[in-house]
């Protein structure tokens, strides 16, 4: 079965400070997409980035990035130049590439920033 | 406005009472979910809908009953719950084609339910 682990519950960081929030998972599946998920107060839970596990190169969007390694079955999240608006519940996802509709998702890791 | 639709945002229930909750998307999606949501806990996959047909069903006590008249449009029922049914849910939508789909979960807000 597919696990999704984040091992840290609470992180923070400065205002405009870089933080990297981990993310392992355990499967035997060769292809597969994962998926960070941001959820603020307001509830909804919004994609940040997304990876596709075949492709080597690092996904980015911004501010936002990833360090797949996928031999180490690693997905972290790096947020550079962190800003107040940053400030959520952060969720790691992993699903199969095959038909499927089943997402796998972490406990979270809630990130405070300090202005 | 945005893409999923959830209400109400918050519902208080007797264990006795029955209340729905509705989610409507609108992204053109064929597929949708209900989550549970509970603190320090994975989100649950509840029930999944495909083209209108239910997918999926992880276990889910039968105090919880779906229905998904079209593919925009996707209910959750609820009668005699318990206490440990609070929590928030959410509905999500994506697009599954045959084969592969790496379309991402697109959320509403939830609804944050309390069971006295």
């Known amino acids: ?14 205002e405009a400070e870089t933080v990297t929030l981990s993310c392992t998972y355990d499967t035997s599946e060769s292809d597969y997409y994962l998926f960070w998920y941001k959820q603020p107060p307001s509830r909804q839970m919004i994609l940040v980035i997304r990876q596709e596990a075949y492709k080597q190169q690092n996904a980015t969007e911004n501010r936002f990035s990833v360090n797949f390694q996928k031999a180490a079955k690693s997905f972290s999240l790096k947020i550079s130049d962190s800003q107040l608006g940053d400030a959520a519940m952060y969720f790691c996802a992993y699903r199969r590439r095959k038909t499927g509709n089943q997402f796998y998702f972490g406990t979270g890791t809630s990130l405070t920033v300090i202005p | 406005e945005t893409g999923v639709t959830q209400t109400p945002r918050h519902l208080v229930m007797g264990m006795t009472n029955k209340k729905s909750l509705k989610c409507e998307q609108h992204l053109g999606h064929n597929a949708m979910y209900w989550y549970k949501q509970s603190a320090k806990k994975p989100l649950e996959l509840m029930f999944v809908y495909n083209f209108k047909e239910q997918t999926e069903n992880n276990s889910v006590p039968s105090r919880f009953s779906p229905e998904c008249p079209n593919s925009s449009h996707l209910f959750l029922h609820l009668h005699t719950l318990q206490p440990e049914d609070s929590a928030l849910y959410l509905c999500a939508s994506s697009q599954v084609s045959e084969g592969t789909s790496n379309s991402p979960l697109h959320f509403g807000n939830g609804t944050r339910l309390t069971v006295t």
């Not at chain 1, 079965?1 to 400065?14: D, L």
């Open chain 1, 1 to 14: 079965a597919q696990t999704v682990t984040q091992s840290q519950p609470e992180m923070s960081v400065q």
